[in-house]
């Protein structure tokens, strides 16, 4: 079955980097674009990034441009965030999440979420 | 990035009650919008995909309609079940923004 596990979550000062990691089972991962979609507590979904399936073409909300970088790893099945100059305001749950190939732009698979939180 | 303005941000309203959501985008983005359910603690759940189809699975209550910048979202008789927030998202352009979503409430 479809699963995407994220991971590298945590509490970072501001400033501070992470990495977050997304790994993919059930399917076969370099056939799918990727989003990066975040949610702070009790506010709504935001997409931070997108990637071909190949990884050559790359998206980024003008909100984290510059800050985040998404890359991935179609041998190690994987996807990846790189998230520098963390600020208070990223605070979020972070899901990778899988664009359908039946259904163009539809996010048909999400993973579990990886909470982070930026504070001194 | 395309802008994707939903109201009302929150709704309250009986079991049996008919429920309409819109969307609004700030440019035209043809049928290209997708309709999510999100209950607390989940990932969100697809609905409705291209403005109008009705996903797998999915009761034939949620229904979509609408193209290019105004778009709705209806629940024809409101469940117990159905309390959740609700999103739509366009895939015109990418990045593929939502709106601010509407929290959906029993009276």
């Known amino acids: 079955q479809v699963q995407l596990v994220e991971s590298g979550g945590g509490l970072v000062k501001p400033g501070g980097s992470l990495r977050l990691s997304c790994a993919a089972s059930?399917?076969?991962?370099?056939?799918?674009?990727f989003s990066w979609i975040r949610q702070a507590p009790g506010k709504g979904l935001e997409c931070l990034s997108y990637?071909?399936?190949?990884?050559?073409?790359?998206y980024y909300a003008d909100s984290v441009r510059g800050r985040i970088t998404v890359s991935r790893d179609n041998a190690k099945n994987s996807l990846y965030l790189q998230m520098d100059s963390l600020r208070a305001e990223d605070t979020a749950v972070y899901y990778c999440?899988?664009?359908?190939?039946?259904?163009?732009?539809?996010?048909?698979?999400w993973g579990q979420g990886t909470l982070v939180t930026v504070s001194s | 990035d395309i802008q994707m303005t939903q109201s009302p941000s929150s709704l309250s309203a009986s079991v049996g009650d008919r429920v309409t959501i819109t969307c609004q985008a700030s440019?035209?983005?043809?049928?290209?919008l997708n309709w999510y359910q999100q209950k607390p603690g989940k990932a969100p759940k697809l609905l409705i995909y291209?403005?109008?189809n009705l996903e797998t699975g999915v009761p034939s209550r949620f229904s979509g309609s609408g193209s290019g910048t105004h778009f709705t979202f209806t629940i024809s008789s409101l469940q117990s079940e159905d309390i959740a927030t609700y999103y739509c998202?366009?895939?015109?352009?990418?990045?593929?923004?939502f709106g601010q979503g509407t929290k959906l409430e029993i009276k």
């Open positions: 059930g399917f076969t991962f370099s056939d799918y674009y």
């Open positions: 440019q035209d983005i043809s049928n290209y």
């Open positions: 999440v899988r664009e359908s190939r039946d259904l163009v732009g539809a996010n048909d698979y």
């Open positions: 998202q366009q895939y015109d352009t990418p990045l593929y923004t």
């Open positions: 291209d403005a109008s």
């Open positions: 990637i071909s399936s190949s990884g050559s073409t790359k």
